[in-house]
């Protein structure tokens, strides 16, 4: 069985993957984040702390572990954050990943790294794998400079690129666009919501499960991960508003312009999945399927 060390399993994603590791056992898991252990069951896997800024800490626990493969879900994903603060978001996403690599091309070890639909302007998507990227923001930029670094180094790699990811943990750090939008309108609170950008998002699990496929095929290049259904934010909130039955008469849509957001956000971006399904078998629930999961999760 393969060894896997996690970057970042404190997030929504790294808690995902050692949940399904623990009901299905398919690798050996390091869990490593900044901090102690956030996932609730201590057993059954390792934990190390392992800050991605330092250097020196990450190659001890890589040297320490020796995994065949490293998942690095750790990242700056605010967008906002990212183009406000340029060089955090440098260090995190690029400098951090340089690190990685070398380390990796040094151990013999397998990168899956994980990246995004940012890295596309959003002109013309459903992207496939090949397009040309051409982020609209510092943040899908610093993604961008970290899959040059990782095609051009040595390194055995995967590049997971993904969207929108939503789900639920015990101790949410950070919430999501389907929790905020069910916790507004369950408190009877007008949001905002765009009408103008497209997105097909993505559950956790679906996430999570393609990372291990990813490892399990030995996979290597590009590919496109998401949810399988293609929508508006607006047309994603009213579907979060139909299913827990809530008043649609909250939901002010506007478009984007109107936001003030910091960073710039790709119109229309998307997935075309084939590759990750003829490759990895990957088989992603709908969005009605991934709000059901939801549900259940939450009723515990």
């Known amino acids: 069985m393969k060894k896997i060390l996690v970057t970042g399993s404190n997030g929504l994603l790294g808690q995902k993957i050692t949940e399904k590791v623990l009901a299905e056992g398919r690798v050996n898991l390091v869990a490593t984040s900044k901090g102690g252990n956030r996932y609730p069951v201590k057993e059954g896997y390792v934990y ?46 690029v400098d951090a990943v340089n690190t990685l690599l070398s380390i990796c091309e040094e151990k013999n070890i397998q990168l899956i790294h994980l990246s995004t639909d940012f890295v596309f302007d959003g002109a013309d998507g459903p992207y496939k794998e090949d397009a040309a990227v051409n982020p609209v923001s510092y943040y899908g930029e610093s993604k961008v400079l970290a899959e040059e670094l990782i095609k051009n180094s040595k390194a055995k790699w995967v590049i997971l690129r993904t969207i929108l990811v939503y789900g639920i943990t015990s101790d ?17 609170s007008p ?51 139909d299913y827990w039955k809530l008043d649609h008469s909250f939901i002010n849509e506007i478009s984007s312009a109107s936001l003030n957001q910091t960073a710039k956000r790709p119109v229309k971006t998307g997935f075309v999945l084939d590759k ?25």
């Open 48 to 93: 190390a702390e392992m800050d991605i800024l330092d250097s020196r800490q990450v190659r001890e626990v890589i040297e320490k572990y020796r995994p065949d493969v490293i998942i690095h879900t750790a990242a700056m994903t605010n967008v906002d954050t990212c183009e406000a603060n340029k060089e955090l978001c440098h260090q995190l996403n």
């Open 172 to 188: 949410m750090s950070r919430s999501n666009i389907v929790l905020w939008a069910k916790g507004a309108l369950e408190k009877a």
């Open 276 to 300: 990750a399904i003829k490759d990895l078998g990957y088989n992603p629930h709908s969005f009605e399927e991934g709000l059901v999961i939801l549900e259940q999760q939450m009723a515990g």
């Open 191 to 241: 949001i905002n919501v765009v009408n103008d950008q497209w997105r097909m998002p993505t559950l956790a699990e679906d996430l999570a499960e393609a990372c291990l496929l990813a490892v399990e095929k030995n996979a290597n290049g590009i590919y496109h991960i998401s949810g399988k259904d293609y929508m508006s934010i607006a047309d994603l909130v009213r579907k979060v508003a």
